[in-house]
């Protein structure tokens, strides 16, 4: 079997083609002087609008020489390919940006090499609405783009959280992780148990790979194959959204049952214990634990992962806690009927998340697992909120894409 370089000399060797391009990167100072940034948004939304593909930085396309990329340019050229997808191409795409550095008879060099995937969305950019043939790019006819955004809008009614991850390999799926999702009734073959969970699908070449709510659940660092898979935290000291006045941050990733679990302990760390004499003394906490952990795993079960670049961001104040969670309500529910109907975006992922076991350990919670698809979440947040607080928690949608959860804290 061939190793990683090895294949990558042959492929370079080979040529452009259909799936493959190869780009020399020209550097000044402090940035990429080439390619031209629209130029590479054409190549990088050509390819996702035709088939998967790899584009190879760092090899000049002419000579097929590998020119490579400085070790101190590493970064900047990740960073400028990534700003290129999220600025340039409309909608967004996700790709995998991945360094290699070859060990060659003239030396080591370094090469960026970007994987493509084939995309459920037909993408714009600068130079229009574009598609690979051979290893050229062309603007498609209006017959063929109507063709194609009828294919893919069709591809679109599975649900997202069961659609495969084209770029991640099977290997991204940790055994001990999907193991923890077993049952006495599940079948002891392995390939027969990952793909009866859905955690594993095969592609329309008959390839397989992990489904998204495989990589979500049983991937150690999701956020390598889906982009902003995790939870931004931040705990400010008053009121305001300030970051002169930050106290806490971190980025919680992992699997997401492990985001939770992290999730609730942010908050039970940072929030403050107050007291009452009632006659005796009584603890009270700022917020009431069960509805945090209502309200991160609503969020994390429930929100939109085909949104590019959008985090679920979890925010403490002094007064109240925000949390944000990418998308709209799913199917006809409003912020009015939250409380009375259940109604899930991502099946697959809250059937996982209903096998996984609760942590007890630091806070006390109401169920034995994570999930009881009983669509009692919402009137946990609130009743106990209220309770504590004797404000009611608020519920609002900023811009048809996201939902704002505000619960207040109690006063001591």
């Known amino acids: 079997m061939m190793t990683e370089t090895e294949s990558l000399l ?121 598609h690979r043939i051979g290893s050229s790019k062309r603007q498609m006819t209006p017959e063929y783009l109507a063709r194609l955004f009828q294919q893919r809008s069709q591809a679109r009614l599975i649900r997202f959280d069961e659609q495969v991850v084209a770029h991640a390999p099977l290997e991204a799926l940790d055994e001990s992780l999907w193991q923890r999702l077993r049952s006495p009734l599940s079948p002891p073959d392995r390939c027969e148990f990952l793909n009866k969970l859905k955690l594993v699908s095969d592609d329309e070449n008959g390839v397989s790979h992990p489904t998204v709510s495989g990589i979500l659940m049983c991937c150690q660092q999701p956020e390598e194959y889906i982009a902003s898979a995790f939870i931004q935290a931040v705990c400010y000291r008053g009121t305001a959204r300030d970051a002169s006045w930050q106290l806490d941050a971190r980025e919680i990733t992992g699997p997401l049952d492990r985001q939770i679990f992290e999730a609730c302990r942010f908050v039970e760390r940072n929030m403050k214990i107050g007291a009452r004499k009632q006659p005796h003394r009584v ?117 048809d894409s996201e939902l704002l959860l505000t619960i207040f804290a109690a006063e001591p």
Request: with cysteine.
């Open 283 to 399: 603890d009270v906490p700022q917020f009431a634990m069960n509805a945090v952990f209502e309200a991160i795993v609503n969020a994390v079960a429930h929100r939109d992962y085909s949104i590019y670049g959008s985090k679920i961001r979890l925010h403490v104040f002094s007064d109240r806690l925000e949390l944000y969670s990418p998308g709209t309500i799913p199917n006809t529910m409003t912020i009015e009927s939250l409380a009375e109907r259940q109604s899930a975006r991502n099946e697959l992922l809250t059937s996982l998340l209903a096998k996984c076991p609760v942590e007890r350990s630091n806070f006390s919670l109401l169920r034995s697992h994570i999930m009881d698809k009983r669509g009692e979440g919402v009137p946990i947040i609130i009743a106990h909120s209220l309770e504590l607080s004797g404000k009611k928690p608020i519920y609002r949608l900023l811009d």
């Open 10 to 130: 042959q492929q370079i060797s080979s040529g452009e083609d259909s799936f493959l391009e190869l780009k020399e990167i020209m550097l000044t100072d402090s940035s990429v002087a080439g390619p031209h940034r629209n130029g590479m948004a054409d190549e990088i939304a050509a390819m996702a609008n035709s088939n998967s593909g790899t584009i190879l930085l760092g090899v000049n396309d002419k000579t097929r020489a590998i020119t490579g990329i400085p070790d101190q340019a590493l970064d900047l050229v990740e960073t400028w390919v990534r700003n290129i997808v999220n600025d340039l191409i409309k909608p967004p795409l996700i790709c995998q940006i991945k360094k290699i550095r070859l060990d060659l008879e003239a030396g080591a060099r370094n090469l960026i090499k970007v994987s493509i995937p084939r995309s459920l969305f037909v993408h714009q950019s600068p130079g229009g609405y574009l």
